[in-house]
């Protein structure tokens, strides 16, 4: 390697530590998946945190509008400057079939989707807050007679 290999070595390093230290002040601390303490009697806190997914309508081409919510029994989660859900999957049957990130203030904890569910037996969802870890729902499809 010579001198402005070197160089520009250097600086893509930079730069990309640059870029990191700016996504860490966004304040994502916490990555980790969070279990519910009792899962039949989620606390108030617990229901801010986790998705809710709510299956609508099915469009001509046979795809189901799935929309993820963040929050239950009406606690919804904040999207504040130090406080937000940055990102959401939604899972079919264990594959990513949507995801979207999120920025605080501006965004909140919402995703839809259209999936084709005939031979899908669960949607599971994932939020990530930026300061309480990842919470998971999932809610078995039935299928049609």
Same mark, same amino acid.
């Given at each position: 390697m010579? $001198? $402005?290999?070197? %160089? =520009? @070595?250097? @600086? *893509? *390093?930079? @730069? =990309?530590?640059?870029?990191?230290? @700016?996504?860490?002040?966004? *304040?994502?601390?916490n990555t980790k998946d969070m279990e519910l303490q009792d899962p039949k009697n989620p606390t108030d806190f617990e229901y801010k945190h986790m998705p809710q997914i709510? %299956?609508?309508?099915?469009?001509?081409?046979g795809y189901t509008l799935v929309e993820i919510t963040v929050g239950q029994e009406g606690i919804i989660h904040p999207s504040d400057a130090n406080h937000w859900i940055y990102a959401i999957e939604l899972y079919a049957d264990d594959k990513l079939v949507a995801h979207a990130d999120l920025e605080p203030v501006i965004s909140r904890g919402f995703l839809s989707a259209r999936v084709k569910l005939e031979d899908v037996n669960e949607l599971k969802s994932i =939020?990530?807050?930026? %300061?309480?870890?990842?919470?998971s729902a999932s809610i078995a499809i039935e299928k049609e007679a």
């Amino acid at each position: 390697m010579n $001198r $402005r290999e070197a %160089l =520009s @070595a250097g @600086a *893509l *390093l930079i @730069a =990309s530590v640059s870029m990191l230290s @700016a996504y860490d002040e966004k *304040l994502i601390v916490n990555t980790k998946d969070m279990e519910l303490q009792d899962p039949k009697n989620p606390t108030d806190f617990e229901y801010k945190h986790m998705p809710q997914i709510e %299956l609508k309508g099915k469009d001509e081409k046979g795809y189901t509008l799935v929309e993820i919510t963040v929050g239950q029994e009406g606690i919804i989660h904040p999207s504040d400057a130090n406080h937000w859900i940055y990102a959401i999957e939604l899972y079919a049957d264990d594959k990513l079939v949507a995801h979207a990130d999120l920025e605080p203030v501006i965004s909140r904890g919402f995703l839809s989707a259209r999936v084709k569910l005939e031979d899908v037996n669960e949607l599971k969802s994932i =939020s990530k807050c930026n %300061l309480h870890g990842n919470y998971s729902a999932s809610i078995a499809i039935e299928k049609e007679a």
